[in-house]
């Protein structure tokens, strides 16, 4: 999921998500409390109004836009992003090729 497919999203539809989301940080001030979330590649602030002044809001990261106040948080979680333009054969064909040249060398050396 990317940060655009989660804003194509409804409201209940993103709630759930955070819900199911993993929470790597919160924090509360004087106005609000803000959570962060983990979600695939991407990271979601959750702002709600300790005092019911505003409606639960939602800022979106990349890792690389994430505000420095959260590094301390974010350096100890693995991040992990998986090629999904992989082809399935890539790594099928040079093992075979490996497998063959093996066994020739292996018949020369008999």
């Not at 409201?11 to 509360?28: C, M």
């Not at 803000?34 to 990261?61: C, H, P, R, W």
């Not at 992990?80 to 093996?102: A, D, H, S, W």
């Amino acid at each position: 999921m990317t940060i655009e497919n989660f804003n194509l999203l409804n409201e209940h539809q993103k709630i759930q998500l955070i819900f199911d989301a993993d929470k790597v940080s919160e924090k509360v001030d004087n106005e609000a409390n803000y959570q962060l979330f983990k979600i695939d590649n991407f990271f979601v602030e959750a702002k709600t109004s300790l005092e019911g002044k505003f409606k639960m809001s939602f800022a979106f990261y990349t890792l690389k836009e994430l505000p420095a106040e959260y590094a301390s948080e974010i350096i100890s979680i693995p991040y992990v992003i998986l090629n999904t333009e992989t082809p399935e054969n890539k790594f099928k064909v040079p093992v075979l090729e490996r497998k063959e040249r093996l066994a020739h060398t292996l018949k020369k050396a008999i």
